[in-house]
């Protein structure tokens, strides 16, 4: 059974351009939730998505959105990045029936 | 609202030595409880976890205890390995899947 895919792995961005990250669930997965690691923030939830809709959202600025696909693939988009923004993005899906989150290996970027 | 609260890393112990590595939370209710486990270049994995007071998880020699009275759930193991060594987090669950994560300990074990 395939894990939690994101893609690209990593990524270098200057201050100002946008970036969008792609997350493929586990098959059978319908929750999709993303979290940012940072060493000086630890682990921050930004959001989670359920069937297409935003179910929940952290505490970030509105630069950082996202949306779920009808494959229960979902996308993060951050605009206008700064240098605060570099991170490593961390996508999870959810067990139906259990919902253990299950990690992907995360998107790394660096925003120069 | 909820919080979780680790030890600082970095621990380093040599092999076969025994682990412990506090983790205390605050939250209304009584959410369920996880430690999570990074190993370099990658994501977190479940390590274990327990859903209600007074259930143990245990998972590959870890194990953890949810405690109600002092709000903790300390992660430990009785003789550690080298291949051990990561970064460990403890978390709660809120809604949905927020989970709120601490900010980590790194493990080191030496031969």
């Known amino acids: 059974k395939a894990g939690v895919t994101q893609t690209p792995r990593y990524l270098i961005k200057t201050r100002g351009q946008q970036v969008t990250l792609s997350c493929s669930p586990i098959?059978?997965?319908?929750?999709v939730s993303w979290y940012q690691q940072t060493p000086g923030q630890g682990l921050q939830f930004l959001f989670e998505?359920?069937?297409?809709?935003?179910?929940n959202k952290g505490n970030f600025p509105g630069r950082f959105s996202g949306r779920q696909f009808s494959n229960s693939r979902s996308e993060m988009n951050v605009s206008t990045l700064e240098l605060g923004d570099s991170a490593l993005y961390l996508c999870a899906s959810s067990a139906p029936r259990t919902g253990e989150l299950f990690f992907g290996e995360g998107s790394r970027l660096t925003v120069l | 609202g909820n919080s979780v609260t680790q030890m600082e890393g970095p621990v380093t112990l040599s092999e076969e030595a025994f682990l412990t590595i506090n983790c205390t939370y605050t939250a209304t209710g009584y959410p369920s409880l996880f430690w999570y486990v990074q190993y370099p270049g990658e994501g977190l994995q479940l390590l274990l976890k327990a859903t209600k007071a007074d259930d143990k998880g245990s998972n590959k020699g870890f194990e953890a205890t949810y405690r109600k009275e002092t709000t903790s759930f300390h992660l430990e193991k009785g003789s550690v390995q080298v291949s051990d060594s990561a970064v460990y987090f403890c978390?709660?669950?809120?809604?949905?899947?927020?989970?709120?994560f601490g900010t980590g300990t790194r493990l080191q074990v030496t031969l």
């Open positions: 998505y359920f069937s297409e809709t935003q179910r």
């Open positions: 978390a709660l669950a809120g809604t949905a899947s927020k989970l709120t």
């Open positions: 098959s059978g997965h319908r929750s």
